[in-house]
Structure formats: C-alpha cells, structure tokens
C-alpha cells in the first residue's frame, strides 16, 4: 500500500485512528506532531487535550496498531503530552488570565461531601500532571484549608505596580486560596452581598494564579450571592454537582442544577457521595445507609450524566481531618479510585466542551 516508509504515510495510516471522546481523527485534531522515522522506527508525540484523559492507554494502543500495520516498520514509540483547551469565551464575561477552565463543584445543602469532592478532585487532577488551583469560596465553611493540610498556612500579600497581589498557598501539586486564610476560625463572619462580591472577585483577578489547566471553586452550599458573583464574573467550563443518596438531598441538588442551567453554566454531571458504607473491618461488604440509585435516578430524569459514586469510608473522613487527602493517603481504597475516575471523567467532559 505505501512503497515508502515516511512521516506522510505514517500520518496516512493514523488518519482513521479517532479520539474516542471527540469523535473526530487525530490527525485532524493535529494531535498526532513531530513523527520521525529511524530505520524501522517509528516515533512520534501523541498530544493529548487534558493530562488527565481517561483514555490515554486505549488511544496509544490504537496508534501503535495502525502504524505496526506499515510495511518495514520494526518498533512504534509514542511519547504523549497534553495541551489543554482553552474554554470557550463569553462576550460579557471576563476570563481570569492563564486559567484555561473555570469549574464549580457544588452542593444543594451542606454536609453532602462537596468540600471533599473538591479537594481529592483538585488533587486527582494534579497528580496526572495538570495544573490546578482550588479557591475555597466556602465562607461558611472554610475547610480546603485543613483538607489539604494548609490550615496553618499564611496568605502572602503582596503590593505589585498592579496594586495588592495575592499569592496562594501550596500542597499536594495544588494552588489554594480560601476564605479560612483571611477570616478568624472562632469568629461568625456575617457576609453581605456586596462584600462577598468583592471577595469572590478578589480571589478570581487578585491572586497570581499562574498559569492553570484547571480553576476549582468549592462553591457554598445553597444557590445564593457566591453562585450568582461567580457565574456572572467569569464564563465557567462547567459545574458539578454532589449530592448524597437520599431524597432531600436530590431535591436540593436539582434547584442547583437549574440554577448554573439558568446562568448557562453546562453542568457536567453529579457525583453522589456517601453511595454506601464500606465497613473498615469488613471492605468487602457494602451498607445502603442512605438508600441506593438515587444519584442515577436524578441523574436520568434531568438528563445529565452520573460522573460516579463514592462510598462512605472512614478513611475519607481522617485524610480530610488530617490535611491528607484520600488519593494521596491510600491511592487504592475504593473511595480514592471512585474520586480518581470522577477527576478524568471531568476532565474528559470539559476538553470534549472546548473542542466541539
Ligand atoms: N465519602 C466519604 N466518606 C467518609 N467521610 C466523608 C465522605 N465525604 C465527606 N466525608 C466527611 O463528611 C464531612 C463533611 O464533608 P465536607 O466538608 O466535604 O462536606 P461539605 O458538603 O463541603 O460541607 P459544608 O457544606 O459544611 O462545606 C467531613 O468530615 C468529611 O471528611
């Protein structure tokens, strides 16, 4: 079929292989550069659109395959790397300079897990070679801190020729700003609207961010004045919701979900939390305490996809207190796989947003 051995026919050959997620050729997504040839070696770089893609292996087997297929060819080496997209941009809104993707994660009611989904999310993230700030928005809550073992960490400020810059704090690969570095713990904050506005702001055009794949905003709970700021400040990649199994729950989820609907926020999906208890003496039983299937149920009915459902571990609950979030403490607990495949499922939802 091809008489000689070139980068144009190993580009031919690769031209069928598609992006599962996009559906469209690599080739075309001009994700395949930089081909060499060496003899009977083939090499050349896969880009992919997130580090974090939950199809890695599948499309580096699929590109080996086909350029096996080329006659002479004696070995395929692949090196892979990622650019991430760009979200699309708004006209009324303002993006936050160097931060490719803006994303929500938040909550009808509080308690459901959405600060833990945020954390070991954010951290997920970063593990797989993504850049990744979280800025805790929760003023009623401020735990981002002490999950990611920064609670007594201190919020360097600093005067610019832009004015007060300030710079985040730093662990587990991810950049932190929150509420909790600027507000005494023991002291009731009453926050109006306005100056939660300005906060939110602050913390979004304010910080040296950097340059970031990913932005992570650890929404309060609810749908007030925070959910509002945010969606009208900057165009957002998209939300995701945590909710737990049980009724109330749901009920509450699906206003939120209207909510980032209505601000034409894509929601990318809902994470049920607490799906089941995993005793810790007995990990291969399994406890409906709140019920089961809700979070696919609610899922179905608005039509948005369930990204996973994490079980009720003790292990979740100590990495949090303990400023160590569960894919880092144990990678292969069952709560830290779920927490793993829900990161690149977003991931995924978000690159595939941007690009088509
Ligand atoms: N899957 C889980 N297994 C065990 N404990 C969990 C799990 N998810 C959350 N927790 C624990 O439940 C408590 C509440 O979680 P978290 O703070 O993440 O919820 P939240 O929705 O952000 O709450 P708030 O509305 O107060 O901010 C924390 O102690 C946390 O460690």
């Keep these: 079929m091809y008489d000689v051995l070139d980068s144009r026919s190993v580009l031919e050959v690769l031209r069928p292989v598609q992006d599962p997620e996009l559906r469209k050729s690599l080739v075309e997504l001009n994700m395949i550069r930089n081909v060499k040839i060496d003899g009977g070696k083939v090499s050349f770089t896969l880009v992919l659109t997130t580090p974090a893609c939950p199809l890695r292996e599948f499309i580096v087997e699929d590109c ?23 979200q699309k941009s708004l006209p009324d809104r303002n993006g936050v300079p160097g931060v490719k993707n803006i994303l929500a ?6 308690g459901v897990g959405k600060s833990t989904v945020a954390v070991n999310v954010a951290v997920a993230l970063a593990q797989t070679g993504a850049k990744v700030g979280l800025l805790d928005a929760d003023i009623y809550g401020p735990n981002d801190p002490t999950m990611l073992g920064l609670a007594d960490a201190e919020i360097v400020v600093r005067s610019t020729e ?13 950049k932190l700003v929150s509420m909790g570095f600027l507000i005494d713990r023991d002291q ?30 650890d929404m ?23 909710t737990t199994p049980q009724t109330v729950a749901l ?12 601000m034409n926020v894509p929601v990318l999906g809902i994470v049920e939390n607490m799906s089941y208890f995993i005793p810790p003496d007995q990990p291969d039983k399994q406890y409906d305490i709140f019920g089961s299937g809700g979070g696919s149920k609610t899922a179905a009915e608005l039509e948005v996809p369930l990204l996973g459902c994490i079980p009720l571990e003790i292990s979740t609950r100590v ?29 995924g939802r978000v690159s595939v947003a941007a690009l088509t």
């Design 188 to 217: 009731p904050v009453i926050w109006r609207g306005p100056m939660l506005n300005g906060v939110i702001r602050q913390f979004l055009y304010q910080v040296e961010w950097g340059e970031l794949d990913y932005l992570i905003v």
């Design 319 to 347: 990495g949090g207190d303990n400023g160590v979030p569960i894919v880092v403490a144990d990678p292969d607990s069952a709560s830290a796989k779920a927490l793993k495949a829900i990161a690149l499922a977003i991931a």
């Design 105 to 110: 994660v938040s909550s009808g009611k509080g």
């Design 251 to 262: 009920l509450d989820s699906r206003k939120g979900l209207r909510m980032f609907q209505q």
């Design 220 to 242: 309060p709970p609810g749908t007030g004045d925070a959910q509002l700021t945010l969606t009208q400040s900057v165009p957002m990649s998209g939300a995701v919701i945590v």
């Design 64 to 86: 080996e395959k086909a350029v096996k297929k080329l006659p002479g060819v004696t070995e395929v080496s692949v090196d892979v790397t990622a650019e991430t997209p760009q």
């Design 162 to 174: 832009k004015g007060e810059v300030l710079e985040p704090a730093f662990n587990h690969g991810v």
